[in-house]
T-cell receptor
Framework: GESVGLHLPTLSVQEGDNSIINCAYSNSASDYFIWYKQESGKGPQFIID?????DKRQGQRVTVLLNKTVKHLSLQIAATQPGDSAVYFCAETTYSTLTFGKGTMLLVSP | DADVTQTPRNRITKTGKRIMLECSQT?????MYWYRQDPGLGLQLIYY???????NKGEISDGYSVSRQAQAKFSLSLESAIPNQTALYFC??????????????FGPGTRLLVL
């Protein structure tokens, strides 16, 4: 989702649930996409990436799906844990620089 | 990521002052970046450098300048700070030749307050 003013879209889940965070990107020429996690007071941390010639990539407990037709990216987190609570950003590569989305806050309650 | 360090971590300054934010990296990456982040928003690119002799403007370069003193060092200057430059500033590095395309590694950030 897109943020409005200072308010980030927020996803609240229970520990153990699966989480899905969505991102719409703007540039159909983008050829590489990354998901970052940012915990409070820290810099963004790389989670997983995907190239435009793929539609799915799996990591440890995370999966990224890419739908180029509708320019949509999603991050799935399996068995969400309290430590997954953070802001998640998608980023797309355009001409060798990254363009970041506005982020989604994930809140995981025990 | 401890491989990318930023100094200072926090800074309070007054309108009109010139300040410099420093970034150092031990990752051996050629590419370095400066971003700002405002509350509740994503990161916006200020400047980037693909090697020591290369400097490029990002989305929001007005009011900022940079210097790439060495492969490992990239500093950001605010020539005359203004209150709307109050933000969190991040440095990042990347190395496409390592097969990781544009994956960027971020420092811990500098929190800047301009009064």
């Amino acid at each position: 989702g897109e943020s409005v003013g200072l308010h980030l879209p927020t996803l609240s889940v229970q520990e153990g649930d699966n989480s899905i965070i969505n991102c719409a990107y703007s540039n159909s020429a983008s050829d590489y996409f990354i998901w970052y996690k940012q915990e409070s007071g820290k810099g963004p941390q790389f989670i997983i990436d995907i190239r435009s010639n793929m539609d799915k990539r799996q990591g440890q407990r995370v999966t990224v799906l890419l739908n180029k037709t509708v320019k949509h990216l999603s991050l799935q987190i399996a068995a969400t844990q309290p430590g997954d609570s953070a802001v998640y950003f998608c980023a797309e590569t355009t001409y060798s620089t990254l363009t970041f989305g506005k982020g989604t806050m994930l809140l995981v309650s025990p | 990521d401890a491989d990318v360090t930023q100094t200072p971590r926090n800074r309070i300054t007054k309108t009109g002052k010139r300040i410099m934010l420093e970034c150092s990296q031990t990752k051996g990456h050629d590419r370095m970046y400066w971003y700002r982040q405002d509350p509740g928003l994503g990161l916006q690119l200020i400047y980037y450098s693909f090697d020591v002799k290369d400097i490029n403007k990002g989305e929001i370069s007005d009011g900022y300048s940079v210097s790439r003193q060495a492969q490992a060092k990239f500093s950001l200057s605010l020539e005359s700070a203004i209150p709307n430059q109050t933000a969190l500033y991040f440095c990042a590095t990347s190395d496409p030749s390592g097969g990781e395309q544009e994956t960027q590694y971020f420092g811990p950030g500098t929190r800047l307050l301009v009064l």
